[in-house]
Structures are given as structure tokens and as C-alpha cells.
Nanobody
């Protein structure tokens, strides 16, 4: 079974940076880990995803070029480096995971992920 714990959120000024961490257990080399975010009253939106072991990464258009997803398998941790933060990035950020896909997947739908962390708040001031 999979357990996910997010950390690293906080308050940051627009243009600043934060690095979120997702400590994971129970993943395999074929697993995928994604980051989603949700602002109050809005949908939970895809941010980025990465294969646990491999070079495949995926990004939402809204964060491409500003955010970088990476992983440290030795530490069982996935990171989301967020640069050039904007007030519109303010949300609760969630780490999600799924086991090896058996067919096509978009990596962008929350329904494709079976395991979720509790979330960490990111607030970007203007």
C-alpha cells in the first residue's frame, strides 16, 4: 500500500520560489507520481507528473517553464520546484500516485490516481 506526505508549503512573495516535497512509500519503478492543486471553490487541477524511475515528465501549460518535477529514489521523495510564483498559483498542493499503467493515460486527471496525500498550502502574495 502507498502512503504520501506533502511538505514545504508556505507564504512567498510573487516572483519567489518554493520547493514542495512528497515523501512516498509503497511505490515501484513503474509507478507514477503527480502534483495537483486546488484553490477554494475551484476544481483540483493537474500540475505535473513523473515516472518513479525513468525520464518521463509531464506539465500543465500553466506551469511549464516555471515548475520542475523531480525525484530522489534513494530518499523515496518527489519534489516540485516552483519558481517565478504568481498569486494565481495560490492553492493547496496535493501529491498523488498510481501504480504502473496498463494502457493509455493522460496523467492529467485526478481519477487516474488512486493514492493522495493530505495537501500543503502554498500562498503567493502580490
Amino acid at each position: 500500500q502507498v502512503q504520501l506526505v506533502e511538505s514545504g508549503g508556505g507564504l512567498v512573495q510573487a516572483g519567489g520560489s518554493l520547493r514542495l516535497s512528497c515523501a512516498a512509500s509503497g511505490l515501484t519503478f513503474s509507478s507514477y507520481v503527480g502534483w495537483f492543486r486546488q484553490a477554494p471553490g475551484l476544481e483540483r487541477d493537474f500540475v505535473a507528473a513523473i515516472r518513479w524511475s525513468g525520464g518521463s515528465t509531464y506539465y500543465a501549460d500553466s506551469v511549464k517553464g516555471r515548475f520542475t518535477i523531480s525525484r530522489d529514489n534513494a530518499k523515496n521523495t518527489v519534489y516540485l520546484q516552483m519558481n517565478s510564483l504568481k498569486p494565481e498559483d495560490t492553492a493547496v498542493y496535493y501529491c498523488a500516485a498510481r501504480h504502473a499503467p496498463t494502457g493509455l493515460m493522460t496523467f492529467q486527471s485526478s481519477a487516474e490516481y488512486a493514492y493522495w496525500g493530505q495537501g500543503t498550502q502554498v500562498t503567493v502574495s502580490s
